[in-house]
């Protein structure tokens, strides 16, 4: 056994992928936008592709970038990085560096939008005339935080936050198309890393900005945008960043005082009893529930504050069996609200789209959020590397430009693997194994025989190599 063939590569399904993100404009955008200073900022270009394509073939630390460089992997692409260099560069970060990538992710998500099936068929307000289901009229943009753990003294902004694991905070606003939903999956539009032991709240009102307005260059002025959330972010900041930007709330509310009250005022007669289509395990009683009621009442959020801080909308309550009733009453406690659990959020969206009960079902499906944080996780965000809290702030960034990539290649191949997981794609269309081989002057990849997904592979890079006029146009 010996490491000498200098022609063969480990991750063949770069070549396509790395001419799409060519193509998209993305090692120009980089030297367009960003401005790193000193040596270390130089060809940023060539730096963020190669750190992006390390990303794509599996890397999730910097040493890791060192799989660019083995083999046939100087014939096939022009220049990569060492990883010192590539780690020189992040560590060199700003927070205003950050914020010059945030902007070339956002341009570089819109021109693969265009260039792929990424967000599937991109229809117009008039299509959805004909869409029977009220709830793929709003495109789905989802905000929540997660915590990523890290490990060692030495990484800046790292604290215990909410769930009790020492880590760094990632913020993150997700986009999904209901009415592409057979063959797309979520796409990350805007991202944001703080401090371990940082508030969910805090730097969302810029964030829910940030995504509302990539969003509306993605899907134009007139489609109808819903911004989901959980309680963490119920406050005036979000939700009004999200209103200003001319898209509908949808989020889930404190059971404070008001909130009980306007409870309270909803009639016997005015609950409606849903089913789920699959039980649901209440964590709070350790049952599974399989049936609910919803209602809603008119409510104005932050009806505490001044006048023009006052949101009118709709408070959508599901209420389900409280199955510790009877313990309560044989303790005295015989309340309203021993009686049924509730479950309340405020929305902005139009009651004539979204009546009560798709309104409830809809906010349901923000859990679908947690798969992204899952696919990231399992993926660039393993580690956060680096000790310089920018440089990882940087390295969030990049790890989404390559989450979006990966997506967008995968939609130009298989409907099925345009919704698989990230890791999936990357086994079966990227860490594909090649010999390189050169005849006149042109290279040749050989691929293995009888390789399982050949004509998904092949599909993507034909597609990239000489891309159809839809896609062009």
């Not at 993100?21 to 270009?45: F, Y």
């Not at 265009?114 to 989802?142: F, M, V």
């Amino acid at each position: 056994m010996a490491f000498d063939d200098p022609n063969l590569v480990s991750a063949g399904g770069l070549v396509p992928v790395l001419a799409l993100a060519e193509e998209a404009g993305l090692r120009d955008l980089a030297d367009q936008h960003l401005t790193v200073p000193t040596d270390k900022g130089a060809n940023a270009g060539l730096k963020v592709a190669s750190l992006v394509g390390g990303m794509v073939a599996g890397a999730d630390s910097i040493d890791d970038m060192a799989l660019l460089r083995h083999g046939g992997m100087g014939r096939v692409f022009a220049r990569a990085y060492a990883p010192s260099t590539l780690g020189s560069f992040l560590r060199a970060f700003t927070f205003g560096h950050v914020r010059q990538l945030d902007a070339i992710a956002s341009r570089f998500l819109i021109a693969l939008a265009g260039l792929t099936r990424l967000l599937g068929p991109l229809a117009d307000q008039t299509r959805l005339d004909i869409e029977p289901d009220a709830i793929a009229r709003y495109a789905l943009l989802d905000v929540d935080d997660t915590i990523i753990e890290v490990h060692g003294h030495a990484k800046q902004g790292a604290g215990f936050g909410y769930s009790g694991v020492r880590g760094l905070n990632a913020l993150l606003a997700t986009l999904a198309i209901p009415l592409a939903a057979a063959t797309t999956a979520p796409v990350i539009v805007a991202q944001r890393l703080r401090k371990g032991s940082t508030g969910s709240p805090r730097g969302a009102k810029r964030l829910v900005g940030d995504a509302v307005r990539t969003t509306r260059r993605l899907l134009g002025k007139s489609h109808l945008i819903l911004v989901r959330m959980d309680s963490a972010f119920y406050g005036r900041g979000p939700v009004h960043a999200a209103l200003a930007g001319g898209a509908a709330v949808s989020v889930t509310v404190r059971m404070d005082k008001r909130v009980k009250a306007a409870i309270t005022t909803i009639g016997d007669d005015a609950w409606t009893t849903i089913e789920y289509t699959d039980a649901v395990f209440d964590e709070a009683s350790q049952r599974w529930i399989s049936r609910a009621e919803v209602a809603e009442i008119d409510f104005t959020a932050f009806a505490a504050q001044k006048k023009t801080d006052h949101v009118p909308g709709r408070l959508v309550v599901r209420r389900i069996p409280d199955f510790n009733a009877e313990k309560n009453k044989a303790a005295g406690q015989d309340t309203l609200f021993d009686t049924w659990r509730f479950h309340a959020f405020f929305t902005t969206s139009d009651a004539d789209v979204l009546d009560t009960v798709a309104a409830d079902k809809t906010h349901r499906g923000h859990a679908v959020i947690e798969q992204v944080h899952a696919d990231l996780k399992g993926a660039a965000l393993a580690h956060l590397p680096s000790g310089v809290f920018t440089a990882n702030a940087a390295w969030l960034v990049l790890a989404v430009i390559a989450f979006n990539l990966t997506r967008a290649a995968a939609s130009l191949t298989d409907p099925q693997l345009a919704k698989a997981t990230t890791a999936t794609i990357r086994r079966k269309l990227i860490t594909v194994p090649a010999r390189v081989a050169t005849s006149a002057r042109r290279v040749t990849l050989h691929l293995p025989q009888a390789w399982p997904w050949e004509t998904a592979w092949t599909a993507l890079f034909d597609r990239v190599k000489d891309p159809p006029s839809y896609l062009t146009a």
